[in-house]
Structure formats: structure tokens, C-alpha cells
């Protein structure tokens, strides 16, 4: 009824090799591929660590308010000195 053919999908593919050509599409391919590669490689890496049972922060430094207020403080007084 309201679906797409074989023959309606046969004329959009050869439409789209036609716009984009071959090379464009099998590097276009490769890198989808490779894309699904390494995400699902993040996403089997990711499951032995979520089964720890220890708490891992984040990979980054963690800063105190004091030092976050300083640097505020530092950004403020260049902006001032801009003006």
C-alpha cells in the first residue's frame, strides 16, 4: 500500500552513487564503520568497570571552591583592566 519498493530503494540508491560517487561513499562507509567499532569497544570496556564496586571520580583534578573563587576573581580584574 504505502510502502517503498525494491524498485523505489533501486532508483534512490543509484541517485545517491550518482550525487556522491563510489570513492566518497566507500570512505563514508569506512568511517561509519570504524565509528561503530570503537563504540562498541568503549561500551565492553565501560561494563567491567561499572561492575567495581569502588567509586572512580573523573580523570581531572579535583579543584577547591577557594582556588574557583580566585581564578573568578583574576578573570574580573583582566576583564576590568580591558576596559
Known amino acids: 500500500m504505502g510502502g517503498i519498493s525494491i524498485w523505489q530503494l533501486l532508483i534512490i540508491a543509484l541517485i545517491i552513487v550518482l550525487l556522491f560517487g563510489t570513492k566518497k561513499l566507500r570512505t ?6 570504524s565509528a ?7 561500551i565492553s570496556d565501560e561494563e567491567p568497570a561499572a561492575k567495581k564496586d569502588v567509586e572512580v571520580d ?3 583534578d579535583q579543584k577547591k ?3 574557583q573563587q ?7 580584574q583582566k576583564d576590568k583592566e580591558q576596559v
Do not use: N, P, T
Open 58 to 60: 573523573a580523570d581531572f
Open 65 to 67: 571552591l577557594a582556588d
Open 28 to 33: 563514508l562507509g569506512g568511517d561509519l564503520g
Open 36 to 42: 561503530v567499532k570503537g563504540f562498541k569497544k568503549a
Open 70 to 76: 580566585g581564578e573568578q576573581a583574576q578573570k574580573s
